[in-house]
């Protein structure tokens, strides 16, 4: 709800605003495609030579104020264009004018409160309020979607049932329908429509005259808009996804016997991937993100979802599903079920030379190949790093590859302190400061702390992650400037991984030396 119908008091005043809205809607859009289709006419002409006429038509320099509404942005367009003198053939001013007319007579009309709620109260069978949308599984599945109203769950599962502030999702037959779910969406007071309606059959009348017709008009409505909040009988539907699952006891059965089963329906939770989704994209983290993209420190906690994928579930008219579905992008956000990868028992690499040997997962491996990938469709480092947007791209996945390195770190940090104080040890001195830092040993630290060993962590990183980029065929050869860019991502992760060691260790100083 926006801050206007925050200071509304009656759902007269909020209805009014909601159809106002929908006719402006209409009109930027009649207004903003004609203007389009008028530019393409001055473009055939080559009349974008002039200053004042391309100013108009290019959207990237002509914007709307601050304070200026959209509508009021393109109608000021359309006064300029009028008002041109340069007219290109094919442009005939006045049938513009005319059919202009006729848009707004036919807006005027259908918008007019009693015609719209006439109107449209006879499509409310044709929406629905549900958690599990029938058409995520298949667009042009009309069948009746679901509302689960079940309190009871499991908290080993991830249900529906077990979110705490359930959205609720506006499933349509048909895109064209959608107003309707917007209609009985608004509020007043933190109360929808829907739900005021349902149990006040008095909302809609002061739409109406007191007289025997305005009251017929008035039961019409509220018959028609309560069939959007009447589920119907669950049916499912060819389209839709079906399962067979055999029933206890059946496993032994006479050939003159059938097995009894029972179909399952599998419907996706609208609710449970919006959810997810608002999860995914938590606008509390966007600020965090911002500020570690831009190399800055930051206290709070970034979230990163690894080894997530995208399932399209509908074409460009993502809302024709539902309306969350429109909101996500027609997506759902799926993840990583495989089982973690087996260790038996986690080793020290004392018998190393580097710290890096062991370093190699199926997460590092995606990433590299990605990384390889992009540096390999350029010539020289420059080229992918120019553009903002490419270089967003090689930093979050070298950073990918940084955190994986610092998990592994955390791992062997976690072994008993004092595990790289042996004669046999191969490991380099400078992985040993890193990977045993809580080790008691006087000598050890006072060497640990007069050692610059964190650039020879940083050199090491490069020269590993070149390694790993050139592969087995050798295909791409990296630079100087590749190495130095390595370097420079793990200087600000690996230091403020380094200062938390370093506050633990002073708060346990007496224990460590």
Same mark, same amino acid.
């Given at each position: 709800?926006?801050?206007?119908?925050?200071?509304?008091? !009656?759902?007269?005043?909020?209805? #009014?605003?909601? *159809?106002?809205?929908?006719? =402006?809607?209409?009109?930027?859009? &009649? /207004?903003?495609?004609?203007?389009?289709?008028?530019?393409?006419?001055?473009?055939?002409?080559?009349?974008?030579?002039?200053?004042?006429?391309?100013?108009?038509?290019?959207?990237?320099?002509?914007?709307?104020?601050?304070?200026?509404?959209?509508?009021?942005?393109?109608?000021?367009?359309?006064?300029?264009?009028?008002?041109?003198?340069?007219?290109?053939?094919?442009?005939?001013?006045?049938?513009?004018?005319?059919?202009?007319?006729?848009?707004?007579?036919?807006?005027?009309?259908?918008?007019?409160?009693?015609?719209?709620?006439?109107?449209?109260?006879?499509?409310?069978?044709?929406?629905?309020?549900?958690?599990?949308?029938?058409?995520? !599984?298949?667009?042009?599945?009309? #069948?009746?979607? *679901?509302?689960?109203?079940? =309190?009871?769950?499991?908290?080993? &599962? /991830?249900?529906?049932?077990?979110?705490?502030?359930?959205?609720?999702?506006?499933?349509?037959?048909?895109?064209?329908?959608?107003?309707?779910?917007?209609?009985?969406?608004?509020?007043?007071?933190?109360?929808?429509?829907?739900?005021?309606?349902?149990?006040?059959?008095?909302?809609?009348?002061?739409?109406?005259?007191?007289?025997?017709?305005?009251?017929?008009?008035?039961?019409?409505?509220?018959?028609?808009?309560?069939?959007?909040?009447?589920?119907?009988?669950?049916?499912?539907?060819?389209?839709?996804?079906?399962?067979?699952?055999?029933?206890?006891?059946?496993?032994?059965?006479?050939p003159n016997e059938s097995p009894e089963y029972h179909l399952l329906c599998n419907i996706v939770s609208s609710s449970l991937a919006h959810a997810v989704y608002e999860r995914v994209f938590d606008d509390k983290q966007k600020p965090v993100k911002k500020t570690v993209e831009a190399g800055k420190f930051s206290r709070d906690l970034r979230i990163k979802f690894l080894q997530r994928s995208q399932l399209n579930v509908t074409a460009s008219n993502h809302s024709n599903a539902s309306q969350l579905n429109g909101k996500r992008g027609g997506k759902l956000h799926l993840f990583s079920t495989q089982p973690p990868t087996w260790q038996s028992q986690l080793k020290a690499p004392a018998t190393r030379q580097s710290l890096f040997s062991n370093l190699y997962n199926t997460t590092i491996k995606t990433e590299i190949d990605y990384l390889r990938d992009f540096l390999m469709r350029f010539n020289n480092l420059d080229l992918s790093i120019r553009d903002p947007k490419r270089n967003r791209h090689l930093e979050r996945w070298v950073n990918n590859i940084i955190d994986e390195f610092l998990f592994y770190v955390a791992t062997i940090q976690n072994l008993s302190p004092g595990w790289s104080d042996m004669e046999e040890i191969k490991l380099k001195k400078e992985h040993q400061y890193l990977l045993d830092p809580y080790r008691k040993d006087e000598a050890f630290q006072l060497a640990r702390h007069n050692t610059d060993w964190q650039a020879v962590i940083r050199a090491d990183f490069a020269q590993w992650l070149n390694r790993q980029l050139r592969g087995k065929n050798k295909t791409f050869t990296p630079k100087q400037e590749h190495t130095r860019l390595w370097r420079n991502l793990l200087v600000q992760p690996l230091r403020e991984y380094v200062e938390l060691i370093e506050q633990e260790i002073k708060q346990k100083t007496g224990e460590i030396i």
């Open positions: 709800m926006s801050e206007a119908e925050k200071s509304f008091k !009656t759902w007269e005043d909020v209805i #009014t605003n909601f *159809l106002k809205g929908k006719r =402006d809607a209409e009109e930027e859009k &009649y /207004l903003k495609e004609g203007i389009k289709r008028i530019g393409q006419l001055y473009e055939k002409v080559d009349y974008f030579n002039n200053n004042e006429i391309d100013f108009i038509f290019d959207t990237r320099k002509n914007k709307k104020s601050k304070n200026e509404s959209a509508l009021a942005f393109q109608r000021g367009r359309a006064i300029r264009i009028v008002k041109l003198d340069l007219k290109p053939e094919g442009l005939n001013p006045f049938e513009e004018k005319e059919n202009y007319k006729k848009c707004m007579k036919s807006l005027t009309v259908k918008y007019k409160i009693k015609n719209w709620l006439s109107t449209n109260c006879e499509n409310a069978s044709n929406v629905s309020f549900a958690t599990h949308v029938i058409k995520l !599984t298949h667009s042009k599945i009309n #069948t009746q979607s *679901l509302f689960d109203c079940i =309190d009871e769950y499991n908290n080993s &599962y /991830l249900t529906t049932s077990a979110l705490k502030n359930k959205i609720v999702d506006g499933a349509v037959k048909g895109n064209q329908f959608a107003p309707i779910f917007q209609f009985l969406e608004i509020e007043l007071n933190g109360i929808k429509l829907a739900e005021q309606l349902s149990k006040d059959s008095r909302l809609l009348e002061g739409f109406v005259s007191d007289d025997k017709e305005g009251k017929e008009l008035l039961n019409k409505w509220n018959q028609g808009f309560r069939k959007a909040l009447d589920g119907g009988e669950p049916s499912t539907h060819f389209l839709a996804k079906q399962i067979y699952f055999p029933l206890i006891g059946n496993e032994f059965y006479t």
